[in-house]
């Protein structure tokens, strides 16, 4: 009797452990972020201050300067900003060489997944070597004529657990398109492969 509750408390702690795990992963990532960014941008602790004189942190404030600032800039880029003259910050931005690597790397990056051309959105299985063995990628270009590879084209493969990835070059003829969305094959991608087929 005894061996039978202690395999019952083992069984509900593993149960529990994979309910609760999970959720409390996600929520402690969302507000650690959330948290870490409003800290970080929270202007009111440079010009208000308590009652014994020490700043006062005004949660949310930071998040909300942030979302204010986004939604100004794009406004006024959308509105006011002309063809020219994005044009000339884009060159003078293309002047400053550690600036402009850093800078066009993380624009690309973003747009491929908030912009109006999404990248990430074509899931791809490639054929890695002759036994068989396949991945599961991104097609992020497809035509490669301007680089001298007219029969190649460029898949994006994310880590698992990760955010980082790994941009290859393989010829066309191995890459299979996949009979999934996109969201599910990054799932399925960062997860290891446990989750993402539904």
Request: glycine share 8%; proline share 4%.
């Amino acid at each position: 009797m005894k061996k039978f509750t202690q395999k019952k408390i083992l069984y509900y702690l593993i149960k529990g452990t994979l309910v609760t795990v999970p959720v409390a992963g996600a929520i402690f990532l969302i507000v650690w972020v959330f948290a870490s960014l409003d800290n970080a941008l929270n202007l009111t602790t440079h010009f208000l201050e308590d009652e014994q004189g020490h700043p006062l942190y005004i949660p949310g404030i930071g998040i909300l300067t942030v979302l204010i600032i986004l939604i100004l800039v794009g406004v006024v880029f959308t509105t006011f900003v002309t063809e020219p003259i994005r044009a000339w910050l884009k060159r003078t931005i293309d002047k400053i060489p550690l600036f402009n690597t850093l800078h066009s790397s993380i624009k690309d990056f973003t747009e491929a997944f908030v912009g109006d051309a999404k990248k990430f959105n074509e899931p791809v299985l490639v054929l890695v070597n002759e036994t068989g063995l396949r991945k599961i990628g991104f097609l992020t270009q497809r035509d490669l004529h301007k680089i001298g590879l007219p029969d190649d084209v460029i898949v994006y493969f994310p880590y698992s657990y990760s955010v980082a990835g790994q941009v290859v070059v393989v010829k066309a003829a191995h890459v299979q398109r996949l009979d999934m969305s996109a969201t599910d094959a990054m799932k399925l991608v960062v997860s290891g492969g446990v989750s993402g087929i539904d």
